[in-house]
């Protein structure tokens, strides 16, 4: 089942900050993001395990609520180079992978 | 390592042509993923193959296509005969346990 994510759409100005949440009806064995720019593949960020720690990347980080069964990308101080579309990938119990629809994030200067 | 390689990278066909697609995974992974990018359906996973072995084709949209995974080094995907709603992205990932390393993608265009 497709994960959700929120917002669909973001704009900010360089140096704002951001959050981009994705949940599920179901219970997640790990949350994965990644991030693809216009024309090009998706790269991959950060990977969350169940009943792992948040994790970071640069000024990119992301928490991962099992209870809740949701997981939040947080972007702190955006950079131009942030702009591009924001996929989460959710895994049930090791397998049944599924990408979210992706929010579009656009940084400008 | 020179990553996930897909070809060709740009694809222009008639409809009712054949189209194969072809990805080299990164050496040592031993999972392939074939998934289709459109605006209005988002990234959707095609197959998945482990160790060689198909394990999910449930997404195939029917049976114009097709996907062989003939060694760990080497898989396709044929459409026959192409549609123009197959026009579309098709990305090749492949992983061992964890992270997904995406090809760069052949862009397919049926006329």
């Known amino acids: 089942q497709q994960p959700v994510q929120s917002p669909q759409a973001v704009i900010l100005r360089e140096g704002e900050d951001a959050v981009i949440n994705c949940s599920s009806s179901k219970a997640l064995y790990s949350v994965h993001w990644y991030r693809q720019k216009h024309g090009e593949a998706p790269v991959f960020l950060m990977i969350l395990l169940k009943g792992g720690e948040q994790k970071g990347h640069e000024k990119i980080s992301a928490s991962f609520n099992e209870k809740k069964q949701q997981s939040s990308l947080y972007l702190t101080a955006s950079q131009l180079s942030y702009s591009g579309t924001y996929f989460c990938g959710t895994e049930i119990d090791g397998q049944n992978f599924v990408f979210g629809p992706g929010t579009r994030l656009s940084v400008l200067p | 390592d020179a990553g996930v390689i897909q070809s060709p990278r740009h694809e222009v066909t008639e409809m009712g042509q054949e189209v194969t697609l072809r990805c080299k995974p990164i050496?040592?992974?031993?999972?392939l993923f074939w998934y289709r990018q459109t605006m209005m359906r988002g990234l959707e996973l095609l197959i998945y193959f482990n160790n060689n072995v198909p394990i999910d084709d449930s997404g195939m949209p029917e049976d114009r296509f097709s996907a062989k995974m003939p060694n760990a080094s080497f898989s396709t995907l044929k459409i026959q005969p192409s549609e123009p709603r197959d026009s579309a992205v098709y990305f090749c990932a492949s992983s061992f346990v964890g992270p997904y390393t995406f090809g760069s993608g052949t862009r397919l265009t049926v006329v």
């Open positions: 050496s040592g992974h031993n999972s």
